[in-house]
Structure formats: structure tokens, C-alpha cells
């Protein structure tokens, strides 16, 4: 495996791209999420792309226009599909072997490639979608839920309710809340995003972090049956706990391996 960066074209700016190359006629296409550079939080996609492309995959990660090394304007990811696209076929040229590409997004970044369309790619791994359409409204009942059996589970938690330490008029709302269903908006983000991956042909598989509030939330506006949601309980947004990467790892090779 070997690792080194290049430039591509998006729209008449420039883009910076790292590619860890291998054999495989199989690519992975990360596309970060929120404004995170292609490294990832922690250097997290980087570790993650050199896992993968030892496996015998190649893998190329990008910063988006206006994020990072690139050039342009930072759009956010409703305004991502064209990078995307730009990524794929530089992923693609770079890579003559590869046949078929995959890509991983976590976030935002699973919103955008859902808004694309799945954007061109033979196969999807969407983790933590982002549903969340104001940061000030209130939490959909599925992250209510979560915190409170949670908070069953903590002793100190317990001591503080029977000592009188906790408002029992904001528990008893938090509770209507949580037994609430999550009211569905007909033109929000879920649903264009439901909208938008509902044609894609490709296969596809949902990953949600059980102690993420995005990944709750997307769960609040899914149907829970659905076979291809996986949640791994422990993990955090970034999957960033060991056996959380382990997991998030052997998720992306079974998909990439089929």
C-alpha cells in the first residue's frame, strides 16, 4: 500500500485528495462529513483508509470545495453532489483496475450522497445520517428514550432523583417527550433524504452509533425492521472507541467484499 495526495478538478477549482492505492477492483470513496477535513476527527479516516487499503482496497478521501486544502466556496453538504462526482471519476482514472466503487459516509456526509442519489456509486455505507433539521428543537423522542434508560442504569442518577436533586416538572415533561412518536414533516430532511436514496439501485447498509444523537435520531424516523440498519450500541459519532472501530470496519469490508 502507498499513500499520496493529488489534485482534481470540481467546477473550476481545485481539489486535494489523498489515495491509498492497492489491487482491488473494488474502491472506497470516503466523503467527510460536517466541515471535517479528509483526515477525519482524530485523524480517524486516515487510520481508517490505511486499514482498508491493506485489506487490498484502494481508498480515496477528499476535501470538499472550500474545506481543508481545497479551493472554492464551502456550500455545506446540500451543495456536495459535484464534488462527489468529481471524487468518484478521479478515484476511478486513478484506479483503472477498479469496476466498482463504494463509498462511506458518516453525517452529513450520508445525507449528501442520499440528496445525490447515491452519486453514481455501485454501493452505500451511511452512517449516522443527519435528520436534524434545527439544532434548537427538541430532541426527538428516540434520544429522550436513550438518555433515560441510561440514566435507570446509573446508580448516582438514582440517588439524586430520591434525594430530591432533580425537578420532577422537567422529568415529567422529558417523559411525555419520550413516549411522544416523533412527528414525521412531509418536506423535511428525512424525508428528502428517504426520497432521495429510494431509487438507488445499489445495496445499501445504515450504521448507527447507539450513544450518538444524530444516529437516534435518524433511527426515530426509521423503520427499526429494516434489515439494513446495523447499530453498534457503544459506539460514539465518530466510532472512535476500539471495538467500535473494529466493528465500523468489518461493516465497510463486508460490503466491499460482496
Same mark, same amino acid.
Given at each position: 500500500?502507498?499513500?499520496? /495526495?493529488?489534485?482534481?478538478?470540481?467546477?473550476?477549482?481545485?481539489?486535494?485528495?489523498? =489515495?491509498?492505492?492497492?489491487?482491488?477492483?473494488? !474502491? #472506497?470513496?470516503?466523503?467527510?462529513?460536517?466541515?471535517?477535513?479528509?483526515?477525519?476527527?482524530?485523524? !480517524?479516516?486516515?487510520?481508517?483508509?490505511?486499514?482498508?487499503?491493506? $485489506?487490498?482496497?484502494?481508498? =480515496?478521501?477528499? %476535501?470538499?470545495?472550500?474545506?481543508?486544502?481545497?479551493?472554492?466556496?464551502?456550500?455545506?453538504?446540500?451543495?456536495?453532489?459535484? %464534488?462527489?462526482?468529481?471524487?468518484?471519476?478521479?478515484?476511478?482514472?486513478?484506479?483503472?483496475?477498479?469496476?466498482?466503487?463504494?463509498?462511506?459516509?458518516?453525517?452529513?456526509?450520508?445525507?449528501?450522497?442520499?440528496?445525490?442519489? !447515491?452519486?453514481?456509486? %455501485?454501493? =452505500?455505507?451511511?452512517?449516522?445520517?443527519?435528520?436534524?433539521?434545527?439544532?434548537?428543537?427538541?430532541?426527538? *423522542?428516540?434520544?429522550?428514550? %436513550? /438518555?433515560?434508560?441510561?440514566?435507570?442504569?446509573?446508580?448516582?442518577?438514582?440517588?439524586?432523583?430520591?434525594?430530591? $436533586?432533580?425537578?420532577?416538572?422537567? =422529568?415529567?415533561?422529558?417523559?411525555?417527550?419520550?413516549?411522544?412518536?416523533?412527528?414525521?414533516?412531509?418536506?423535511?430532511?428525512?424525508? $428528502?433524504?428517504?426520497?432521495?436514496?429510494?431509487?438507488?439501485?445499489?445495496?445499501?447498509?445504515?450504521?448507527?452509533?447507539?450513544?450518538?444523537?444524530? !444516529?437516534? *435520531?435518524?433511527?426515530? /424516523?426509521?423503520?427499526?425492521?429494516?434489515?439494513?440498519?446495523?447499530?453498534?450500541?457503544?459506539?460514539? /459519532?465518530?466510532?472512535?472507541?476500539?471495538?467500535?472501530?473494529?466493528?465500523?470496519?468489518? $461493516?465497510? #469490508?463486508?460490503?466491499?467484499?460482496?
Amino acid at each position: 500500500m502507498t499513500r499520496r /495526495h493529488l489534485t482534481f478538478a470540481c467546477e473550476g477549482n481545485a481539489l486535494v485528495a489523498t =489515495l491509498d492505492s492497492a489491487p482491488g477492483r473494488t !474502491g #472506497l470513496l470516503l466523503v467527510s462529513g460536517g466541515n471535517e477535513v479528509r483526515a477525519g476527527a482524530w485523524n !480517524g479516516q486516515a487510520m481508517f483508509a490505511a486499514r482498508i487499503a491493506a $485489506q487490498g482496497f484502494p481508498v =480515496l478521501r477528499f %476535501d470538499r470545495r472550500g474545506v481543508g486544502d481545497s479551493e472554492g466556496a464551502n456550500g455545506g453538504f446540500r451543495s456536495s453532489a459535484a %464534488d462527489i462526482a468529481a471524487a468518484l471519476a478521479t478515484l476511478r482514472k486513478e484506479c483503472p483496475q477498479v469496476d466498482r466503487v463504494v463509498a462511506f459516509g458518516n453525517c452529513d456526509a450520508a445525507s449528501a450522497l442520499m440528496l445525490a442519489r !447515491g452519486a453514481g456509486l %455501485d454501493a =452505500l455505507v451511511l452512517s449516522n445520517p443527519w435528520t436534524i433539521e434545527d439544532e434548537a428543537e427538541a430532541a426527538p *423522542a428516540e434520544v429522550v428514550r %436513550d /438518555h433515560y434508560r441510561r440514566r435507570l442504569a446509573d446508580p448516582a442518577a438514582i440517588r439524586r432523583l430520591l434525594t430530591g $436533586q432533580v425537578s420532577l416538572a422537567k =422529568l415529567a415533561r422529558s417523559l411525555v417527550s419520550a413516549i411522544r412518536p416523533t412527528p414525521a414533516s412531509p418536506d423535511g430532511l428525512a424525508a $428528502q433524504i428517504a426520497s432521495g436514496i429510494s431509487g438507488f439501485a445499489g445495496e445499501v447498509r445504515f450504521l448507527v452509533a447507539g450513544r450518538d444523537r444524530t !444516529g437516534l *435520531a435518524f433511527l426515530s /424516523h426509521s423503520d427499526k425492521a429494516d434489515p439494513r440498519i446495523r447499530i453498534c450500541a457503544e459506539a460514539t /459519532h465518530s466510532f472512535v472507541e476500539p471495538e467500535a472501530q473494529e466493528w465500523l470496519t468489518k $461493516q465497510v #469490508l463486508e460490503l466491499l467484499r460482496t
